[in-house]
């Protein structure tokens, strides 16, 4: 299983921003897509946001659409997920993750992906 580690979370009033990164130090991100879900208490967890490995290709849930901002920087073996005028509702724990496969598109669907980040916590409250 591959290692990554999620940063950036933390407590943040609604309106404002965070940015988490997804970070792998025992392999190199770049030949796999990469995914953001989240899981609020009591509720399942659900995809945000993925990036794929070629052309950098996004997919956004309707819900994150046009408020967050997913990219990848190879170089520093990192994708990020800029998050502005956050609301109460995104509150959860975000995970990143990485497909399960080398190369393929962007698909969120926890099912598609193999290793995952142990979470970091966003809380958006006044």
């Known amino acids: 299983q591959l290692q990554l580690v999620e940063s950036g979370g933390g407590l943040v009033r609604p309106g404002g921003s965070l940015r988490l990164s997804c970070a792998a130090s025992?392999?190199?991100?770049?030949?796999?897509?990469i995914g953001w879900f989240r899981q609020a208490p009591g509720k399942e967890r659900e995809g945000v946001s993925c990036?794929?490995?070629?052309?950098?290709?996004?997919t956004y849930a309707d819900s994150v659409k046009g408020r967050f901002t997913i990219s990848r920087d190879n170089a520093k073996n990192t994708v990020y997920l800029q998050m502005n005028s956050l609301k109460p509702e995104d509150t959860a724990v975000y995970y990143c993750?990485?497909?399960?496969?080398?190369?393929?598109?962007?698909?969120?669907?926890?099912?598609?992906?193999?290793?995952w980040g142990q979470g970091t916590q966003v809380t958006v409250s006044s």
């Open positions: 025992e392999f190199h991100l770049d030949g796999y897509t």
């Open positions: 993750a990485a497909d399960r496969l080398l190369f393929r598109t962007c698909v969120l669907a926890t099912t598609r992906f193999g290793s």
């Open positions: 990036i794929d490995s070629s052309v950098g290709s996004t």
